[in-house]
């Protein structure tokens, strides 16, 4: 009963991870494909409840992969490649691998690619 009326003053927030597709970026370095946000994972600890600078990080890369694949719908591989939250990805992989020689691609959360790098 009070686990019940504590669900009611407490809800769970775990729909919006399933609200639509999730986009997943990974990267070739040689020959596997790897998840671009496992290897970047920031620790988790209680500081993180007030200063959370990795993890707003995070969310900001993230939400550029969600703004860059709604820009991207319908235009050619030159339009693409002009966009600037095409140049933050490439940046954004550059900084935080420090790695020059990649490719990526970006898939939905179900493994199917909806965008190959040429890089």
Known sequence: ???????????SWNFFDRAGDQFELQI???D??????????????????FLNGPYNLRLAY???????????????????EALESYQFILRMISFERAISD???????SNGEEVFRSDV
């Open 1 to 11: 009963m009070l686990s019940s009326m504590l669900r009611v003053l407490l809800p």
């Open 32 to 49: 596997s494909w790897q998840n671009f946000f496992e290897s970047a994972q920031p620790p988790r600890n209680f500081s993180n409840l």
């Open 102 to 108: 990649y490719k990526f691609r970006i898939i939905l």
């Open 62 to 80: 993230k939400s550029n992969i969600d703004r860059f694949m709604s820009e991207a719908q319908g235009l050619t591989r030159t339009e693409i």
């Open 28 to 30: 070739q370095k040689s």
